[in-house]
Nanobody, 127 residues
């Protein structure tokens, strides 16, 4: 059974940092791009960042560019999101997801293009 488990969320003051982790089990995802999305209360789930299957290419939403860094460790079957200079508007539940297409390149921001999802981890940034 495939499972994605996020961790690392919490409460932080504006300007602070958090590092999210997503551990995958049940199969290996080294041939698939992975991504982070987030969903704030009352809003749709939105793309945050994506990393290619090899880890060589990364893509970011404009709202987090320069502050967030996505990375992956294919040996550990895990993906990470380092979040710096956090703002109150970053408050949301953060989800990791796996691209449904093997070795697909480019930026893919639609949620329906990802077929495995974690349960989410809450990030709250206080002002």
């Amino acid at each position: 059974q495939v499972q994605l488990v996020e961790s690392g969320g919490g409460l932080v003051q504006a300007g602070g940092s958090l590092r999210l982790s997503c551990a995958a089990s049940g199969r290996t995802f080294s041939d698939y791009a992975m991504a982070w999305f987030r969903q704030a209360p009352g809003k749709e789930r939105e793309f945050v960042a994506r990393i290619s299957w090899s880890g060589g290419r990364t893509y970011y939403a404009d709202s987090v560019k320069g502050r967030f860094t996505i990375s992956r460790d294919n040996y550990k079957n895990a993906v990470y999101l380092q979040m710096n200079s956090l703002k109150p508007e970053d408050t949301a539940v953060y989800y990791c997801a796996v691209d449904q297409v093997r070795r697909r390149t480019g930026v893919v921001v639609e949620t329906y293009e990802y077929n495995y999802w974690g349960q989410g981890t809450q990030v709250t940034v206080s002002s």
